[in-house]
């Protein structure tokens, strides 16, 4: 792609990426969470395969480096979810301790970061995974298209 | 906004695209028009799913600095978003097999590749 | 001991999930560990469902909430329907799941040496286990939607299973063909769902019992409902996924998709039995199942008959077998307002019905993991070119025939039994069904004495003058199937009254399913 693409795709990418952290962490109390942000990080790689070329962009990201990430980010979940089993499996044991454990008052609020509990580690952990697995795809397909024979 | 219009027409609205979808299902040749169609029908459904939360004059499910007013459903939203999820990875698993299907055969039509009969 | 039981049906669903997460990072480091990891962990996951079993039929069904303060407070202070995904398991669901773990184990160990050779093991077993995951679930949830969820689950990791070996080139239709019907059936699920909660604001089965008036948005979602289990099953005339899925599928997924498809008619039943009950027209629509029976066991067992590949033809029995089922379930769904012939044929019948399920898996198991260690050492599936292969492969051959016995209906097998069942109480109902399911039977022992003779008669073929038996692995997934086929032929009286008849009774009195839900309270 041309120079300007490159160039533009450099910046960009900066503010793509720090926009789908945003909706992670924010996942509790605006729209968003953990798919959603890792969607936006995939279209962010999706940004960067078409301005420089699958071929580039697989010198740096391998996919067994994503494989490790997405398996992490499955593990740290079901480990949360896990963690509750001492109630019931799920159960938020993190409200009311010290880490993200501000209960808010019910009704309409004004949005505090630091409550909910496990909620934010879980959308962390679906955020993770997602955005290594939907990059995964994308790359994946990317390289197929370069090398398309037909083999009986 | 919600004046002008009248009630049904985000019902009406699903009702034409799972007819559309169905019908493209049903009568493409071509595999990669046939995977369109079912990306059709998940967002028919899907439409419905959130179009049946609808309260008039509502606002959105959101506690953080909201307005007064009565809340729309927040819960087929929740099912919306896992419907979304789930549609995007069938979407990929079938379009790499669509790929694997033209690698071995040659074509994209689905009359032209079918190897088992019978 | 005891909080094991409490926790078990969560952790039935969540152990082979954290186990399919963590394969493929120890599959890095060893391939040996990540198979030891796998077998283990479904060895586990079958420990925790003979005790839950036990427990279930001693002291009644058991109710799991995720994320309570504790695990049957289904409805806490102050509410009136019950809030948060609840898991319960009465005798049809651990049935169900006793049915799925000794499948998946079976599946798991054959599957160690059969896909030795292949690329991208570590995959495989996360895919498989995922599989396990999505068949569990569907069977142990009380929750619509999140049975929808399992369901799409199952489908994903059977198609990418189905279409795993992409070096062949006709196993991508075969997967192709799976996810676009099964992606079609959960948007008409989906659907239903929608329609559900657009009138009662409720998902959970038990909650949806409680209040069911049978408007008209419930009659269109009853066939939506029905349209899409029937599209899974693959019930006549939505079969024609069938054949090519199962045919190309490594052998021990196929035996996993067969039961995938069990999981389906048990979420049919669920809608029928406990959803709806008795709001239902019980005439017609248990004439409606029992017709779909009757095509299923006629059409699939004739076009089984002139089938030259063999995994194609066991795919045809798999649907005239299924067809069994119905027509057993069928006959004690349009009688069930009715108590004496209830009594007389109905619960006989759902009987039989019931105990042909765990028959059919055990049986058409142990015939598709044959027909893999056939195709494992000649390399064909074609019963044109095999010939005289009982010399080499004796374990394979006294297998086959044990599921072949079975299958016919021939006494004394498990199968003889289910049917024999079947047989007495359908023929009170309506004597043609009957007659309809014996011409089955024979033209079933037809055809797999001509795959047998085929296969394994015959004098020796000069290139397969090297055959061997199969690797150790593979006959032990193929013994565990055995031993339960001779187990249950043994003592069939035992079966039936233990396993199957309390499935029917949780059936039939679906308010013990909703008390469950509804009483259950802090």
Request: net charge neutral; glycine share 10%.
């Amino acid at each position: 792609m041309s120079k300007i693409v490159r160039t533009m795709a450099n910046i960009l990418i900066l503010f793509v990426l720090t926009f789908s952290l945003y909706i992670i962490m924010h996942g509790h109390l605006t729209p968003g969470g953990g798919f959603q942000g890792g969607a936006v990080f995939a279209s962010g790689i999706a940004l960067l395969i078409v301005a420089f070329g699958s071929d580039n962009i697989h010198k740096s990201l391998k996919e067994h480096h994503l494989s490790i990430l997405e398996s992490s980010g499955a593990l740290i979940f079901i480990g949360l979810a896990f963690g509750g089993l001492a109630t019931v499996f799920f159960y938020n044991f993190l409200v009311g301790s010290p880490i993200f454990g501000h209960i808010p008052p019910a009704g309409p609020n004004s949005g505090d970061l630091w409550t909910g509990g496990v909620i934010p580690f879980m959308n962390l952990a679906v955020g993770l995974k997602v955005l290594a697995g939907l990059s995964a795809i994308l790359l994946v397909m990317a390289l197929a298209t370069t090398t398309m024979e037909v083999e009986e | 906004m919600t004046e002008g219009i009248p009630f049904n027409v985000p019902f009406l609205a699903v009702a034409a695209l799972i007819g559309i979808a169905f019908y493209i299902i049903v009568s493409q040749r071509n595999m990669i028009k046939l995977v369109l169609g079912l990306s059709i029908l998940a967002s028919g459904v899907n439409l419905f799913l959130i179009t049946l939360g609808y309260r008039k004059g509502g606002i959105a499910p959101i506690y953080t600095h909201a307005p007064e007013g009565i809340m729309v459903l927040p819960v087929p939203q929740a099912l919306t978003l896992t419907s979304i999820v789930i549609a995007v990875a069938t979407l990929a698993l079938m379009l790499s097999m669509v790929v694997h299907i033209y690698r071995h055969t040659g074509s994209t039509d689905s009359e032209k590749s079918r190897i088992m009969k019978g | 001991m005891a909080n094991l039981i409490i926790h078990s049906p969560i952790l039935i669903i969540a152990i082979p999930l954290l186990v399919a997460f963590l394969t493929p990072l120890i599959g890095r480091a060893s391939g040996k560990a990540r198979d030891v990891l796998v077998v283990a962990s479904l060895a586990f996951v079958e420990f925790l469902v003979i005790i839950l079993a036990r427990d279930i039929y001693l002291n009644g069904l058991r109710v799991y909430t995720l994320g309570a303060l504790s695990p049957d407070l289904t409805i806490p202070e102050n509410y009136i329907v019950p809030i948060r995904i609840i898991l319960e398991a009465d005798s049809m669901s651990i049935f169900m799941a006793i049915i799925t773990a000794t499948v998946s184990l079976a599946a798991a160990i054959y599957s160690l040496s059969f896909m030795k050779e292949e690329t991208g093991q570590d995959r495989f077993y996360t895919l498989l286990l995922l599989l396990a995951v999505g068949m569990f679930g569907m069977e142990l949830t009380g929750d619509l939607f999140n049975l929808f969820v399992f369901l799409e689950i199952a489908s994903i990791a059977g198609a990418a299973l189905a279409a795993f070996r992409t070096r062949f080139a006709d196993t991508a239709e075969g997967g192709f063909k799976y996810i676009v019907i099964s992606s079609v059936a959960a948007l008409m699920v989906l659907l239903a769902i929608g329609l559900f909660y657009a009138q009662y604001n409720l998902i959970n089965i038990g909650a949806l019992a409680h209040v069911m008036q049978y408007t008209m948005l419930d009659k269109i979602a009853l066939v939506l409902l029905v349209t899409a289990f029937m599209m899974k099953l693959a019930a006549v005339p939505l079969h024609m996924w069938c054949p090519d899925t199962y045919s190309v599928a490594p052998a021990g997924i196929t035996i996993m998709l067969v039961v995938a498809s069990y999981a389906c008619l048990y979420a049919l039943f669920r809608t029928c039995f406990t959803l709806y009950g008795v709001c239902l027209n019980l005439t017609t629509v248990g004439w409606i199942v029992i017709i779909f029976g009757l095509l299923s066991m006629f059409i699939g067992v004739t076009m089984a008959v002139f089938q030259t590949d063999i995994k194609r033809l066991m795919a045809y029995h798999c649907i005239s077998q299924t067809g069994y089922m119905l027509l057993g379930i069928g006959v004690g769904l349009a009688v069930l307002d009715n108590p004496e012939a209830l009594n007389a044929y109905g619960i006989a019948a759902m009987d039989g019905g019931i105990f042909h399920i765990i028959n059919n898996a055990l049986y058409k198991g142990l015939l598709f993991l044959t027909a893999g260690a056939l195709f494992y050492r000649t390399g064909t599936r074609d019963l044109n070119k095999m010939g005289g292969l009982a010399h080499k492969m004796k374990w394979t051959t006294i297998f086959y025939i044990i599921g072949a016995l079975s299958i016919s209906g021939i006494p004394p097998s498990n199968g003889f039994a289910s049917k024999l069942l079947i047989y007495e109480s359908v023929y009170q109902f309506n004597p043609i069904l009957a007659i309809v399911a014996m011409i089955t039977s024979i033209l079933t022992l037809a055809s797999f004495t001509k795959a047998f003779y085929s296969a394994f008669m015959g004098a020796e073929l000069p290139e397969y003058q090297e055959v061997r038996e199969v690797p150790k692995s593979m006959i032990a997934g193929m013994a565990i199937l055995a031993a339960g086929i001779i187990f249950f032929s043994l003592f069939p009286g035992l079966v039936v009254d233990r396993l199957a008849q309390p499935a029917t009774n949780a059936l039939i009195n679906r308010g013990v399913y909703i008390n469950g839900i509804m009483g259950g309270g802090g």
